[in-house]
């Protein structure tokens, strides 16, 4: 073993993190390896045990366990044609508005993140959907890009969300609790896009059309059914999540299973529910959660590496040392994380960086949840920045060459978006309640 300082090693840590980032090493790799060469020079076998004990706390946690289960749900809700069905429905209502298909978009990026949960099939749903009919009305490519990747977005954020199931136990806070507290933050930010979008389409006309009144000429009681039919059973199996944990019925876990089974069911009422699908559900749901379960046992050996070294009490420091105050301090963690947001996937910054930042939470006077779900918020900005940006690379791997959408049209379009974004934390930061009033409305925590 050497004697190493929690400076040297702190150094080394993450002057080896971002090497191995920048030159395209997977990053759990990354992550674990520089973690485990760091520990047996400094802490020489312990290491070992620090390994082995990390790995049976990821394995027996069992709010884990909602993660497989809303990764299912998710994936059974995007197989099962209810996307299709409600942006038929929200075309007729706002497809005589001018920029109504983009802020229809939007809308059923809203209602699928309640159900959905996962960037790739919220993007890829809406990109499918969407993207052609707004083509084929002359949309402004630039427009029909943003308004995708943000829609598609939301569903990291607006609970069932597997962020939120992930930073609950790492930043020990309820996760019923964010489930309940990044509703507020979600929705404002679906209000802001869909403010901006009506907004620049009224000002220039061109940019997003209204659909011919030949194409819209339904009665009344037909758009009224086709509406209903679209936004019930999304609407059930939000109540069926959502729902049992406001009001105290069950965990976030158990809510999970209930989501699981009302996502198959929703699929077999709409006739989609095959085994082909069923299988591709389940092969979906072992791929990702495989994933983000390998992130997190390296990135906890990385932390707990982290800590055992004392780096944690130099990151403290600097952290309250920052100019101006408690507020300062806070500029300087959401100046960290979007600076992260670029170069790392969202999954291995919140293992990497919650349990390093918690502890200095309370320190600055800041109320957990309010903090945590602050956090989540600014991380809606890493799905849409480059390099990193999955919902960058969703879009573009399912454009069509009759599109005529390139890589330069949807960054371009994703950078109001991320402004927006900006914009949201600045008025959490000014109404701390639009995250806090609803948790504390709930009957059992």
């Given at each position: ?7 040297l ?6 002057a ?15 992550v ?58 929200l ?38 959907i ?11 490519k ?13 569903g ?6 597997i ?36 907004i ?36 059930i ?32 009422a ?105 956090v ?32 330069k ?37």
């Open positions: 073993m050497v004697d190493m300082s929690p400076t090693a702190l150094a080394i840590l993450f080896g993190l971002f090497v191995g980032i920048l030159l395209g090493y997977p990053v759990p790799f990354i674990g390896g520089i973690a485990l060469f760091v520990g047996l020079v400094a802490m020489g076998p312990q290491v070992v045990s620090l390994l082995r004990l990390r790995l049976w706390e990821m394995m027996t946690n069992y709010i884990m366990l909602a993660i497989p289960l809303f990764i299912f749900m998710g994936s059974m809700v995007e197989k099962s044609g209810c996307a299709e069905r409600l942006y038929s429905g075309y007729l209502w706002f497809g005589g508005v001018r920029g109504g298909l983009a802020i229809s978009t939007i809308l059923v990026g809203t209602v699928m993140a309640a159900c959905v949960g996962i960037i790739a099939a919220s993007v890829i749903t809406l990109a499918l969407g993207v052609p009919s707004m083509v084929r009305r002359g949309y402004d630039e427009l029909i890009s943003g308004s995708v990747c943000a829609g598609g977005c939301l990291i954020l607006i609970p069932p969300s962020m939120l199931v992930i930073y609950g136990p790492l930043a020990s806070i309820s996760v019923g609790k964010l489930f309940i507290g990044a509703f507020g933050p979600g929705l404002l930010l679906s209000a802001l896009y869909i403010t901006y979008i009506g620049r389409s009224w000002l220039n006309p061109a940019l997003a059309p209204s659909v011919p009144p030949e194409e819209r000429t339904v009665s009344l009681w037909r758009k009224l059914f086709m509406l209903l039919t679209g936004m019930v059973p999304p609407s199996l939000v109540l069926s999540v959502l729902g049992v944990i406001f009001f105290g019925i069950a965990a976030p876990t158990e809510a999970a299973a209930c989501g699981a089974l009302a996502a198959t069911l929703l699929a077999l709409y006739r989609r529910l095959t085994w082909q699908i069923f299988k591709a559900a389940l092969l979906e749901t072992v791929r990702i959660s495989t994933m983000a379960l390998l992130i997190g046992w390296t990135a906890s050996l990385f932390t707990g590496v982290f800590i055992r070294l004392g780096c944690g009490k130099i990151i403290s420091s600097l952290v309250l040392a920052a100019p101006f105050g408690n507020w300062g301090a806070f500029a300087l963690i959401m100046f960290v994380v979007f600076i992260l947001g670029f170069l790392i996937d969202w999954i291995a910054i919140v293992f990497i960086l919650v349990p390093i930042v918690t502890p200095i939470v309370p320190l600055l006077g800041f109320d957990p949840l309010w903090f945590a779900v602050m989540c918020v600014n991380l809606q900005m890493a799905l849409m920045t480059p390099p990193m940006a999955p919902a960058i690379f969703f879009l573009k791997g399912v454009t069509k060459p009759e599109w005529g959408i390139d890589t049209h949807i960054i371009r379009g994703v950078a109001p978006f991320v402004a927006l974004i900006l914009i949201g934390l600045g008025v959490c930061v000014a109404f701390p309640d639009i995250i806090m009033w609803l948790p504390h409305q709930m009957i059992k925590f």
